[in-house]
């Protein structure tokens, strides 16, 4: 029976993205859970995290990567670590140094600067970045040392926190470094936050650790490491490790459907809301189901129940 759901791995040190990917794919292989041509399974990851980064990576599995789009767009929550004193092309602590500064902050300082920091807010990226300009990526520009020039954005800082706040500042005196805990919308690049606050302060800093510790819906708990993965290339049952389809869609209600609706929304057709029995009190999105089995992401409007995205289970 083929997998349909997620892998949360807990993405270690110099792992690429889609090198986890990968490693997925292979242990469904070995498992004999990949498939071949058409009856393949589908593999993808829900968000993107740097090889320098650690954390929550969500991968999806079969007719969850129908869900991938909506797992980018979800807020994320990081640690990282500023290490003050030096900038670096890159922002992180693989790049060249590019500034540095003697001038290192204190506590006190950093306090206040933080809801500088924090709500809306405009960001330009890292040149050193996946995002494309005139279709090419910006790290390959940058690396073939042509000038890159990335367009200030703008994203949300849902909290700032510093990660340790029982520290004293009249004992800590000048900081090397310092770690935050940050809540944010799509699109934000926390090198790019690093690089700002640092700069805020009157100094230079990068990322010296980056952590993700929450994608979504899926925190740290959920997560497995990469020895665990591997497992199931070597015959560990791979429902031991697999959320369920469902478990991306936590923060939607759910509600469940007849079997004669269930057939119409997956054949595609269009169900009135007054055709739900009780008439549930659904606005937006919900997901649909029968007999608690996922039928389909769908969307009311306007009084009328139409499919986003139909599930082949």
């Known amino acids: 029976m083929k997998p349909h759901g997620w892998i949360i791995l807990d993405k270690p040190l110099e ?49 969850a990567t129908k869900l991938c789009g909506r797992m980018l767009d979800a ?9 003050f004193g030096s900038e670096t092309e890159t922002l992180d602590a693989e790049g060249e140094i590019s500034e540095t500064s003697d001038h290192l902050p204190t506590l006190v300082e950093v306090e206040a600067i933080l809801p ?18 005139d279709g090419r990526r910006a790290y390959d520009l940058a690396r073939a040392g042509e000038a890159v020039e990335m367009k200030m954005r703008s994203v ?29 919308s799509k699109g934000t690049y926390i090198r790019s936050l690093a690089r700002d606050i ?53 923060d939607i209600p759910a509600f469940d459907l007849t079997p004669d609706q ?7 057709q269009v169900l009135d809301e007054q055709d739900l029995i ?3 009190a659904i606005n937006g999105l919900f997901l649909a189901t029968e007999d608690s089995s996922p039928v389909a992401l769908a969307e009311l409007v306007d009084g009328a129940i139409k499919v986003v995205r139909g599930f082949n289970l």
Do not use: C, W
Request: proline letters at 6%; glycine letters at 12%.
């Open 156 to 184: 949300t800082i849902y909290s700032l926190e510093i990660r340790h706040p029982e520290l004293d500042p009249a004992s800590v005196g000048k900081l090397q470094d310092i770690t935050l805990t940050a809540n944010v």
């Open 15 to 63: 792992l690429g993205s889609t090198q986890a990917v990968g490693a997925v794919k292979r242990n469904l292989r070995e498992a004999g859970l990949l498939g071949k041509g058409k009856d393949k399974t589908k593999v993808g990851h829900g968000g993107t995290l740097d090889p320098l980064a650690t954390g929550v990576l969500p991968i999806a599995i079969g007719e």
């Open 116 to 133: 500088q920091f924090t709500g809306p807010i405009e960001q330009i990226p890292p040149k050193y970045s996946a995002l494309k300009i």
């Open 262 to 268: 269930a057939r119409l929304l997956r054949q595609g």
């Open 198 to 250: 640092a700069r805020a302060l009157g100094t230079f800093g990068h990322v010296s650790m980056l952590r993700r510790t929450k994608a979504g819906p899926f925190t740290l708990k959920h997560a497995i490491s990469l020895d665990k993965l591997n497992e199931i290339g070597k015959g560990a049952d791979i429902k031991d490790y697999l959320l369920p389809l469902e478990a991306g869609l936590d």
């Open 75 to 83: 807020s994320k929550i990081y640690e990282f670590t500023i290490a």
């Open 278 to 280: 009780g008439n549930p």
